[in-house]
T-cell receptor
Framework: QKEVEQDPGPLSVPEGAIVSLNCTYSNSAFQYFMWYRQYSRKGPELLMYTYSSGNKEDGRFTAQVDKSSKYISLFIRDSQPSDSATYLCAMGPGGFKTIFGAGTRLFVKA | GAGVSQSPRYKVAKRGQDVALRCDPISGHVSLFWYQQALGQGPEFLTYFQNEAQLDKSGLPSDRFFAERPEGSVSTLKIQRTQQEDSAVYLC??????????FGPGTRLTVT
């Protein structure tokens, strides 16, 4: 079993929909949680960074961390075709060791 | 400002050849990471530098893989005697904190 599990999708939604992306993990030592967006043939781009449990909002993006359930989520409001990409969750205990999920492919249809 | 840059962007190597992949981190970032990303997968950690010190190389798949960062800035990932299973995208990331990592565009290596 992988330390970080992420449904690869693909997930297809109409423009304007609310998107929910999720990851589960098994290592209770993880303290730092991140979401990256990766367009085809590009490097991952940091979207959200949170420490420990709770919510964080940035524009149309909201990240949630539930450490008791070992479950993290990324919500995208008013999704746009330009949001079509692969979304990677990433996490670690702190310092430098970061474990990535396999990524969820998202398609937002105009 | 300038982000992380990597070169070459694409590399085709014949099986058995040696390759060298370069990473220029964001200026002032002390932490530098190398990852390997297979098709349809997330990045897998290879190695980590803090300045010129390689603090963790536990992710390097074999002794054919070698990384260096001699002056604490530019880093090179070298793969000797390439094999087909080495075909992947090699990503470099840098960070000032260690947790928030900023990635380059990657080098796509194809071994034929």
């Amino acid at each position: 079993q992988k330390e970080v599990e992420q449904d690869p999708g693909p997930l297809s939604v109409p423009e304007g929909a609310i998107v929910s992306l999720n990851c589960t993990y098994s290592n209770s030592a993880f303290q730092y949680f991140m979401w990256y967006r990766q367009y085809s043939r590009k490097g991952p781009e940091l979207l959200m960074y949170t420490y420990s449990s709770g919510n964080k909002e940035d524009g149309r993006f909201t990240a949630q961390v539930d450490k008791s359930s070992k479950y993290i989520s990324l919500f995208i409001r008013d999704s746009q075709p330009s949001d079509s990409a692969t979304y990677l969750c990433a996490m670690g205990p702190g310092g430098f060791k970061t474990i990535f999920g396999a990524g969820t492919r998202l398609f937002v249809k105009a | 400002g300038a982000g992380v840059s990597q070169s070459p962007r694409y590399k085709v190597a014949k099986r058995g050849q040696d390759v060298a992949l370069r990473c220029d981190p964001i200026s002032g970032h002390v932490s530098l990471f190398w990852y390997q990303q297979a098709l349809g997968q997330g990045p897998e950690f290879l190695t980590y530098f803090q300045n010129e010190a390689q603090l963790d190389k536990s992710g390097l798949p074999s002794d054919r893989f070698f990384a260096e960062r001699p002056e604490g800035s530019v880093s090179t990932l070298k793969i000797q005697r390439t094999q087909q299973e080495d075909s992947a995208v090699y990503l470099c990331a840098s960070s000032s904190t260690g947790d928030e990592q900023y990635f380059g565009p990657g080098t796509r290596l194809t071994v034929t």
